[in-house]
């Protein structure tokens, strides 16, 4: 190691990061401002200009620190130095979830307000990002001679589908290990399996009948508002209108236009993997009608309500593992088109749970329910999952107890991370209470927890150095 033990490396790393915080608050302030959704698509932009924006930021800072940059057609870049066969790789991303209502900051001014930044990808995924990038900037700049590449992977499509990696691994080397700064601490050796499930069936009719169901930005996301529309007959208008004036639930604004009323329901987002963080609206709106129709049509109604239960129960997939818990749903969009109403269903199931089982058994199920329920189309990103005694993750948990004083346990998460798309790779702790929450309103992040986590990553990046050299 240059002459230089490994905690000398670690020492003169850190050193140089404390000494460049204003260069890494500076570049992570404008790397914010890119308003980095998802937009259509268009040429080496195929997430649209500001993605490409972001990216391009990214690699002209990498270009000049003399690393080696690739751009995969806009899909995601790449930034490498060192030498050697082993490799290994961070992957973050700069896209992020769209903003929604509520915000009492600039979602893209990375204003800093009572020592935080706000702004939406502070926390995910643009932070640990940048604050992995200045880390191998400090790698780069302390150990010239490092016998192992380096390679920070820059993805535009982590939160709408993976596009991004999916493409990387059609041509790029796969890392000896890799790490993905998009978790808990000290690092995820288990990642729930992902499915979206797409369920639709005929709006129901009678006395209430349905002419509409709307909401949902992301299957990933919790739905914060949602419209429904019913159709009400003559007889049953004093029965609903009753119902109306007796509803608890202060979340819900109604209005008559002739027959048909509008109920438009207000909830509150959070992400898809911890649906019980969030209030569903569309959740909301369905309770209020299965309590508010016909008996005969109660039953109809009700299976639909059920289908946004949370441990899977109304598609019939419920269950849970020892190493990573319960199965968990989140309602993420719904949907009518013509006479069908459309429901996408965000799953996170069981690491040692087959997505194919689940598929069976949701099938069974709807074909029991009332009404023409089917299942249309199902997505399956399976489960990873490393053991708590191999190296990567022995040597990340390390790390984080020489930095912290903590010692904790690696974790499971019903989130997906990059490291699910490449091989050999885990995520790794962002971030520390007070900031996040990621998919929220608001979303910062600490100037405290940004400096402390690059010190972390910096070591970390020196310890898996040696560790992929150790590997066979």
Known sequence: ???????????QVQAWLRDHESQLLSDYQTLLRFPSLEEPALPNAPFGQANRDALDFMLGLSKDSGMKTADIE???GWAEFGSGEKMVMSLGHLDVVPVGPGWKHEPFGAEIDGGYVYARGASDDKGPTMAMFYASKAVQACWPDIPVRIRNVFGCNEESGFECVKRYMQTEEVPTIGVAPDAGWPCIHGEKGIADFLVQ?????GEVTMLELTGGQRPNIVIDSC???VQVSESWRPTMEMCIAEAWDKNLDFNWNGDILTITAHGKAAHGARPFGGDSAAIRALRFLKDAVPLNQERDYDSLFELGHIGGNGIGIAGADEPSGPLTLNMGIVETEGDQVKFTLNVRYPVTFEGDDLKAKCIAFLAKLPGDYKLVSMSDSKPLYFPIDHPLV?????????????TKEPGTMGGGTYARAVPNCVAIGTGWEGDGPAHETDERMALTSLFKMAQIYGHLLVRLAQTAQEMK
């Open 201 to 205: 069936r005929t709006m129901p009719k």
């Open 394 to 406: 022995k040597t990340i948990c390390e790390v984080h107890h020489a930095e912290t004083g903590e």
């Open 1 to 11: 190691m240059s002459g230089m033990s490994k905690q000398e490396i670690v020492s």
């Open 74 to 76: 806009g899909y995601c």
């Open 227 to 229: 419209v429904a529309r």
